[in-house]
């Protein structure tokens, strides 16, 4: 079974990865798996699951800009497997680099009229670059601290010190004459 | 565009791999620009130094 057509096989592997993740992790942070399958399917989207929406938004504006560069520079067709194997597999990194892949795989990718044939193949790079960053994107989710449980498993402030026992007033005795 | 015009595309892609790179270690959006900037100037002198080196090679050699 070669990997370029089987699509199967990599949705496979990557819900056995959310799983694995979902399992091995401690309880609290069992969404993290979730994060982690959400990230694969959309760049940034882990990362809006365990609350660090602004480093999601980051990671998916940076991301998706890069891909749309890189498809402008090869004419709005993604890396097929003829035009370079290894470009292929690396847009299996993203799930929306992978379904556009799948479904348009077979066209073959030209450069753009106006744009000297000598960007083609960086073009290429960038569409593959995306999905191999945003794999590191997802592994950066383990290590990441999920806002909602952090806040919740925030430690007490320390307790006030307390004041010393104020010493007893013992009454003096009384004198006698 | 001549031949060569595509060496302008190793700024932008190495820039964004630096920045997700840094962003995944650091939540400082200062700190994130700082070292993938520092970066970006350490890995364009190794590519002047290199491609320098090869053209002495070839031209004189």
Redesign the interface.
Known sequence: MSLHNSPKGVLLIVGVTSLLVSVFLKKGERIKGAAFLVGWLVPGAGHFLIGQWK?GL??LL??GA?YL?GMWIAGFRPVSFDDNPFYYVGQYGSGMTFLVATLRGDEKAVVRDG??P??F??GL??VC?VGL?NL??M??LLDAKAVSSETAAAPAPPPAPAAGPAPAATPLPEKTA | ??????LV?FF??VL??L???E???S?DPKKIVKRALANLGVLTAVLVLGGAFVYVINRWF
């Open positions: 480093k980051f990671f940076i991301l890069t560069f744009i000297h000598s960007w193949d960086p790079l960038y670059v960053l590191v994107v592994l950066s | 565009m001549n031949g060569i015009s595509y595309l932008p892609i964004v791999i920045f997700v790179l962003a995944c270690r939540d």
